[in-house]
C-alpha cells in the first residue's frame, strides 16, 4: 500500500493553513479529479479521494489541532480499539464530506466514498522526525557520539496499545459487527446506488472499548520523551542527514516506526575548511621564506607536522599532501590535504631595513623576476603601435 501524503501537501498548502484557504483548494481540487468529470479514470478518483480525505481532517478544527499535533496518528480512527469517540478521532462519515462544497450537480449523482475497513484497519507506518545536531569541525572529521532528543508517538505499555483498562478487553462493535462499516442503499434517478461509510459507533475500528485505559485514556497511544544515541560516522558533511531506523513514530496496526532523520550542521573552523573530502588551509609565509625556501611547522588535523616549501615559492601556490585529509564516510581512506602558501609582503620597516632591501632590489636582475619582466615586455608590445 502507498504511503500516505500529508494532507497539506495533498491540498497543495503549507501547514498553519486558514479555513478560507483550505475550503478553497479543496474546492478546486474536488471539481478537477471528481468522477463525473473524469469517467473511468481511475487515477482521478483516488486522488478524489485523497483530497476528500485530507479536507475531512483539516476543516474540522478539533481533527485539524491533533493532526498538527501527532500526524496521522492523532487522527486515525482504528488505533486502540477505537471507542465511540475515542482513539485519536476518526473520519466521522468516511468521505461522506458536505457536497455542497463543490456544488449541487455533484451531490445528485454521489454520496461518499466509503474508504473501506480493510484499508483503515491496515499496518500503517509511523511517522518520520527530523532532528538537528550541530557539530565542531574535528567531530565531524573523526566521528563521534551525539544524543538527541525526541518527542514522539508510542504504544501505551499500561494496555499494550489496546486502549483497554487491565483485565479487560475490547468487544465487537454491535452496529456495523466487526466490519469497520455500515452500507446504505438509495434509489436515484439514475437507479439504485449502495454506498459504504465508516461506522460512527466505533469510528471503523469494528471494536469498541467500555472501560478505557487510564494512561492513555483509552488511545492506545502516549507521547514520550526519549534521548537517542546516534553515531556520528567520521567524514560527515554539512548539510547531511542521518537516518535512523525505528526511532520515529509508533506505527498503527502492527505497522512499522518511521524513522528518525538527524540533519547535520557544522561549525566553521578558524584554520581549515574542507571540500567534500578534501581539506584546505592557507598558510602566510614571509617574504624571506618564500625567496629562500623553508621548513614550516603547518597545522593538520592529526596536530602541527613539519613541512619543505621550495625557495623561489610564488604567493598562492599550492602544495598537495596526500592522504591528510578528511576520512572517506565508510571508508578507513583518506582525502587530501590542499595547501596554500600566501607571501606576507612585510609593512613597517625601519630605515635599516629600507636601506638592505634597497640594495637587494638594486643587486636584481632580469633572472630573479622573470615573470614580472614577461609582463611588461608584453605591455609593450601591447602599446607600441
Partial sequence: MAEKRDYYEVLGLTKGAGEDEIKKAYRKLAKQYHPDMNPGDKAAEAKF????????????????????????????????????????????????????????IFSSFFGGFGG??????????????????TLTFEEAAFGCSKDVSVSRIERCDVCEGSGAAKGTSAETCPTCHGSGQVRATRRTALGTISTAAVCDTCEGAGKIVKNPCESCR????????????????????HGQTIIIRGQGGHGLNNGPSGDLHVVVSIKKHEIFSRDGDTLLCTVPISFAEAALGAELEIPSLDGPMKYTIPEGVQSGTVFRIKNKGIQKINSKQRGDYL????????????SKQKELLTQLAASMDDKNNTEQKSFFGKMKDLFKN
Wanted: net charge neutral.
Fill in 339 to 350: 595547501l596554500t602558501v600566501v607571501v606576507e609582503t612585510p609593512r613597517n620597516l625601519n
Fill in 218 to 237: 483509552g488511545q492506545g497511544l502516549v507521547r514520550k520523551n526519549r534521548t537517542i544515541k546516534v553515531t556520528i560516522p567520521a567524514g560527515i558533511n
Fill in 116 to 133: 473501506g475497513a480493510a484499508s483503515r484497519n491496515a499496518p500503517r507506518r509511523g511517522d518520520d522526525i527530523e532532528r538537528s545536531v
Fill in 49 to 104: 479521494k485523497e483530497v476528500s480525505e485530507a479536507y475531512e481532517v483539516l476543516s474540522d478544527p478539533e481533527k485539524k489541532q491533533r493532526y498538527d499535533q501527532f500526524g496521522f496518528a492523532g487522527v486515525d480512527p482504528n488505533y486502540g480499539a477505537g471507542q465511540p469517540g475515542g482513539g485519536f478521532g476518526g473520519f466521522g462519515g468516511g468521505f461522506g464530506f458536505d457536497m455542497g462544497d463543490i456544488g449541487d
